[in-house]
């Protein structure tokens, strides 16, 4: 993988617990004005539909429904992004293998180097 591009990949789990019709996003929130970049990062489901006519949202290439806001690409580069699920109490929850702090680390420029995966 290049420098600049990067993969998002679901696994089993996630794609388990998808919805016919429905869409993962990840999303890039701006918390400040001052610095164009400053933002943190959400993930969740929607309706693909809505996804595809929201401006701002990008299909990310591949079999899977996975769309990411413009915002996110350049803190994304480099990286292989594994976003998973699981259900407790009834209640779908996704995450991601991303920091906690992703959004945080990204602005700061304190991003651990992406992984580098084999295989």
Known sequence: ??????????????????RPGEALVLDWHRMAIC?????????????????????????IKGDDPVYAARAIFPHL???EVTLDARKTFGLRRFTSDLPR???????????PAPEKRTG
């Open 35 to 59: 610095c164009a970049g400053a933002g943190e990062m959400s993930l969740y489901a929607t309706g693909e539909e809505g996804a595809r006519r929201r401006k701002g949202l990008v299909r």
């Open 101 to 111: 702090d992703f959004g945080l680390r990204a602005v700061m420029g304190y991003l």
């Open 77 to 79: 580069a480099g990286r």
């Open 1 to 18: 993988m290049d420098r600049y591009s990067f993969s998002v990949r679901l696994t089993p789990g996630a794609r388990g617990l998808l």
